[in-house]
T-cell receptor, first 115, second 110 residues
Framework: DTGVSQNPRHKITKRGQNVTFRCDPISEHNRLYWYRQTLGQGPEFLTYFQNEAQLEKSRLLSDRFSAERPKGSFSTLEIQRTEQGDSAMYLC?????????????FGQGTRLTVV | AQSVAQPEDQVNVAEGNPLTVKCTYSVSGNPYLFWYVQYPNRGLQFLLKYITGDNLVKGSYGFEAEFNKSQTSFHLKKPSALVSDSALYFCAVRDPKIIFGKGTRLHILP
């Protein structure tokens, strides 16, 4: 499968614990995006990378959230001291280049449940 | 700031009938618009994108979208709906990040 891969697919954690998600983009895609989606809502932008550079981070993202893409390939999203409000589907997407008419391809997502 | 709006939370259509899912946009400059579909417990799948100069854009699974500059709309259409088209549909715009509408749930009734 050469699509965007996200791991794990599901994560259940206790409030206050730290969690880390991984995203492997489509090979050679230099742009990588993270989104959060709650039930019945549209995906909410979190952050995106051009290669290893983080170009934009949503103001909605608290200091507990951090993302990295150290070698310009895979990316990780870490949430520290999780709260129940963090329960959501976390989606990763990648695109080839930053052209405005370039579509992004999404992974299956990681569903986080904070109990 | 770029944005899109989907005025309908849900659309119900009988199988075999034409369907329309509405989207309006607000952009500065040229619009770069997309439609995505999401099936239950799945990620988003790209359907189609607006190509400058084409008022009717064809995409996957028999879907097409009609761009109307004067009405700032980019409505998703299909001539004959299938039950398998039932899903959540999102309109989106490039910012350059991708900004999504809140989604429209499409129910195709057998």
């Amino acid at each position: 499968d050469t699509g965007v891969s996200q791991n794990p697919r599901h994560k259940i954690t206790k409030r206050g614990q730290n969690v880390t998600f991984r995203c492997d983009p489509i090979s050679e895609h230099n742009r990588l995006y993270w989104y959060r989606q709650t039930l019945g809502q549209g995906p909410e932008f979190l952050t995106y990378f051009q290669n290893e550079a983080q170009l934009e981070k949503s103001r909605l993202l608290s200091d507990r959230f951090s993302a990295e893409r150290p070698k310009g390939s895979f990316s990780t999203l870490e949430i520290q001291r999780t709260e129940q409000g963090d329960s959501a589907m976390y989606l990763c997407a990648s695109s080839l280049g930053g052209g405005m008419n370039t579509e992004a391809f999404f992974g299956q997502g990681t569903r986080l449940t904070v109990v | 700031a770029q944005s899109v709006a989907q005025p309908e939370d849900q659309v119900n259509v009988a199988e075999g009938n034409p369907l329309t899912v509405k989207c309006t946009y607000s952009v500065s400059g040229n619009p770069y618009l997309f439609w995505y579909v999401q099936y239950p417990n799945r990620g988003l799948q790209f359907l189609l994108k607006y190509i400058t100069g084409d008022n009717l854009v064809k995409g996957s699974y028999g879907f097409e979208a009609e761009f109307n500059k004067s009405q700032t709309s980019f409505h998703l259409k299909k001539p004959s709906a299938l039950v398998s088209d039932s899903a959540l549909y999102f309109c989106a715009v490039r910012d350059p990040k991708i900004i999504f509408g809140k989604g429209t749930r499409l129910h195709i009734l057998p």
